[in-house]
């Protein structure tokens, strides 16, 4: 199984290219399904979940292809609506099928998702949506049941921002009869990215970006050419590596307005930023003994600080002057890289959703033996292991390859010293 071997001390400098977003390229792949014919999308990254999800896709006989950052999806014949266990058990996002299946073929068996150990996840939410809209669900044996003779257009209010519920029911809500309204939706930059694709093949939505979403149902989708948008978690989580190892970074085909709270966490912590239309840069000052300076961050949906960015933040605050409170509100279980982080001598108090980080005063973090619990944790760890003197070590890295597209070939241009074993 690979390894990361990390060696730290090196300052990152340069220019680095960010990937498409995972969490968009998803969406859009599984939204494949509502229309037959071929479609293209360009700017997907090549990961674990995208390998995962063009397998679940050919389960059901769609024929797909990925040539470099380049996927087709020829959706015109299917053999199957059934999403078997082994393939959804291995990503959360396959559930994204269940909305589309039951809005095209008017029925669908998919296994209960799988996919990182941060918390809970219900999909009730996507269930009491379908059901809303006239769908026949039953749990039987780890499998969702779904049956529709034709999806009808409802008014679902959301208990919670789901950004996988909005997604779903936004693509079931595509081709359902009469008008959808889904109120207290998620807002995510993916939100809008799959809404604008729908929209292109003939979708009639308005408001996606917003709180409220409302959608015409229409009988027919065309097939989809789409590029996707900057990955903004890949953005943040290379410009908090310059920033652990008080560099200076630009990140090209990125998009600083889904970054916002982000980068002014990043100007707190007394780092300069600079922006442009697809372009983001982070500078150290250049004072002698510069430290970061501590801030406090609770995590919320967007457009405030993303769950998907504190462990990283959490990591450079160990660099920090002072005393630093983070707050994770969205997932119960998204601490599990602090026992990893406290291996390297990190002094942090966790509690449940709240843990205090003190930043070192008088020595750094020591490289040492650790191990990636989730995606997101596992990005904690290697920009750890970029401020830790010695050598750094993260097992189980196949998490990272989840989410991140070749970072640590990203990272070696930048000048990291980083390797996989």
């Excluded at 149902?217 to 890949?234: C, M, Q, S």
């Excluded at 989580?237 to 310059?242: K, N, S, V």
């Excluded at 990005?379 to 189980?396: D, F, M, P, W, Y």
């Amino acid at each position: 199984m690979d390894k990361m071997k990390v060696t730290g001390g090196k300052k990152l400098s340069g220019t680095v290219t960010a990937s498409g977003a995972k969490n968009s390229a998803l969406p859009l792949l599984f939204s494949t399904i509502l229309s037959p014919g071929i479609h293209k999308f360009e700017n997907v990254p090549k990961l674990k979940d995208i390998e995962s999800t063009l397998e679940l896709l050919q389960s059901l006989g769609f024929k797909t292809e990925q040539q470099g950052n380049t996927v087709t999806v020829n959706a015109s014949d299917i053999k199957s609506t059934e999403a078997h266990y082994d393939l959804v058990r291995k990503m959360r996002a396959s559930i994204l099928c269940l909305g589309p299946l039951l809005a095209r073929f008017g029925e669908a068996v998919v296994s209960l998702p799988g996919g990182c150990a941060i918390g809970t996840r219900p999909i009730d939410l996507h269930l009491d949506g379908l059901k809303a809209m006239g769908a026949e669900l039953e749990i039987k044996d780890g499998y969702v049941l779904a049956k529709a003779k034709k999806l009808q257009g409802a008014h679902i209010l959301f208990e919670t921002q789901t950004v996988g519920g909005t997604e779903n029911l936004l693509m079931a809500a595509t081709l359902a009869q009469g008008e959808t309204v889904l109120e207290n939706a998620a807002k995510e930059p993916e939100i809008v990215d799959l809404a604008n694709c729908l929209i292109a093949r003939g979708a009639k939505i308005q408001g996606a970006g917003t709180s409220v979403i409302t959608v015409q149902g229409v009988t027919e989708l065309k097939p989809a050419n789409h590029k996707v948008i900057p990955d903004r978690i890949e953005v943040g989580t290379l410009l908090i590596a310059a920033a652990i190892t008080k560099g200076n970074v630009r990140v090209e085909k990125s998009a600083p307005e889904d970054l916002r709270d982000v980068l002014e966490k990043l100007k707190q912590c007394g780092f300069e930023i600079t922006t442009g239309k697809d372009w983001i840069e982070l500078k150290t000052p250049a004072q002698k003994d510069f430290r970061c300076k501590s801030v406090d961050l609770t995590t919320a949906p967007h457009p405030l600080f993303p769950t998907d960015l504190q462990a990283q933040f959490m990591a450079l605050m160990t660099q920090a002057d002072g005393t630093s409170v983070i707050s994770e509100t969205i997932f119960e279980n998204r601490f599990m890289h602090v026992q990893e982080l406290l291996r390297l001598g990190a002094d942090i108090s966790p509690k449940t959703r709240v843990a205090v980080v003190r930043g070192l005063k008088n020595k750094t973090l020591s490289g040492a033996q650790v191990m990636a619990t989730d995606l997101r944790a596992s990005a904690s760890l290697v920009l750890a292991g970029l401020a830790a003197t010695g050598e750094t070590i993260i097992n189980r890295i196949y998490h990272l390859d989840r989410g991140y597209e070749e970072l640590e070939k990203k990272l070696s241009t930048l000048g990291a010293q980083i390797e996989r074993v």
